[in-house]
């Protein structure tokens, strides 16, 4: 599956996330470049945020970021090791 420019510009949104508090949301600026507030929309209309402008994860954007994350320390730890 490719990643397109927007599924990567969602992707880096949620490794933005700290999985190790619940509590812990971001904020995305109005001052923050267009394809991270059009991610975190689209983030919020998917059902993986609490708010249009970021807040926190659901319990399915948990899931997601916690797959995603995952994968991704994998990948890193692989590349490194080359």
Same mark, same amino acid.
């Given at each position: 599956m490719p990643?397109?420019?927007i599924l990567n510009a969602?992707?880096?949104v949620l490794t933005l996330f700290n999985l190790d508090s619940a509590?812990?949301?971001?904020?995305?600026? #109005?001052? /923050?470049?267009a394809d991270t507030l059009d991610a975190i929309k689209r983030l919020y209309e998917? +059902? %993986?945020v609490t708010q /249009?402008? +970021?807040?926190? %994860?659901?319990?399915?954007?948990?899931?997601? /970021?916690?797959? %995603? #994350?995952t994968a991704l320390r994998i990948l890193i730890t692989s590349a490194q090791d080359l």
């Open positions: 990643i397109s420019p969602e992707i880096r509590m812990e949301g971001i904020k995305v600026h #109005q001052t /923050a470049d998917k +059902g %993986l /249009a402008d +970021g807040g926190y %994860l659901t319990d399915l954007g948990i899931h997601c /970021a916690e797959h %995603l #994350q």
